[in-house]
């Protein structure tokens, strides 16, 4: 099946600082998802975005379909951004599910 | 809040029993999956219905099994539970079949003791 690759697996930052988390899928997708659980396990949906770049207020996402791989930008960070971030595909399978990848946790300190 | 709803948000129950965990779409939407969050798995599609009909199965045990129902809620059901069934079980919805956003529910967070 498809490999979905996310890096770094841990980040730390201050407050007000950026990061780029990356994510690499193995294969051409249908889909892919970037979501953010938080401390109580919920899952945001962040971003729809199979191809091209979208923003978000302080998040923005670029995917380049071709090369197989999405970034999430985090721009002035923020103590409520901690939690663990996926990045999740659907492969073109013919069939809508999603395969994600194991995430990255992000720790945003004051 | 996603639309997606899921009941119960907690369950605590005891090894080889049986549960049902309750998923209701957002509205309008026909399609609904479930997603099982472990510590040692990661997260892991378990099976997809589209308008009543199941579409895709994956990583999912003999012992669960799943339905949706006309009104579209759908339904999963853990049997012979044991302890390495502990996860948290997510429902997801979208309006069709694929090219989509899936929008997640609150999860049901399932304890085996």
């Known amino acids: 099946g498809i490999q979905v690759e996310q890096s770094p697996p841990d980040l730390i930052l201050q407050e007000g600082a950026n990061s780029t988390l990356r994510c690499n899928f193995s294969d051409s997708v249908n889909n892919l998802q970037w979501f953010h659980q938080n401390p109580w396990g919920q899952l945001i949906n962040l971003f729809y975005i199979p191809s091209g770049t979208k923003q978000n207020g302080r998040l923005s996402a670029t995917t380049v379909a071709t090369e197989r791989y999405s970034l999430l930008y985090i721009s002035s960070s923020q103590t409520t951004d901690s939690g663990v971030y996926f990045c999740?595909?659907?492969?073109?399978?013919?069939?809508?599910?999603?395969?994600f990848g194991k995430g990255t946790m992000l720790l945003v300190s004051p | 809040d996603s639309g997606v709803t899921q009941t119960p948000k907690h369950l605590i129950t005891a090894t080889g029993q049986r549960v049902t965990l309750r998923c209701s779409p957002r509205?309008?939407?026909?399609?609904v999956y479930w997603y099982q969050q472990s510590l040692d798995q990661g997260l892991q599609f378990l099976i997809h219905?589209?308008?009543?009909?199941?579409?895709a199965k994956g990583n999912i045990l003999e012992r669960f099994s799943a339905q949706q129902f006309p009104d579209l809620h759908s339904e999963l059901n853990l049997s012979s539970l044991e302890l390495g069934d502990s996860a948290l079980y997510f429902c997801a919805s979208s309006a069709g079949l694929g090219k989509e956003t899936q929008y997640f529910g609150p999860g049901t967070r399932l304890l085996v003791l």
């Open positions: 219905y589209y308008n009543g009909e199941e579409r």
């Open positions: 999740a595909v659907d492969p073109n399978s013919g069939y809508s599910t999603l395969t």
């Open positions: 509205s309008g939407d026909l399609s």
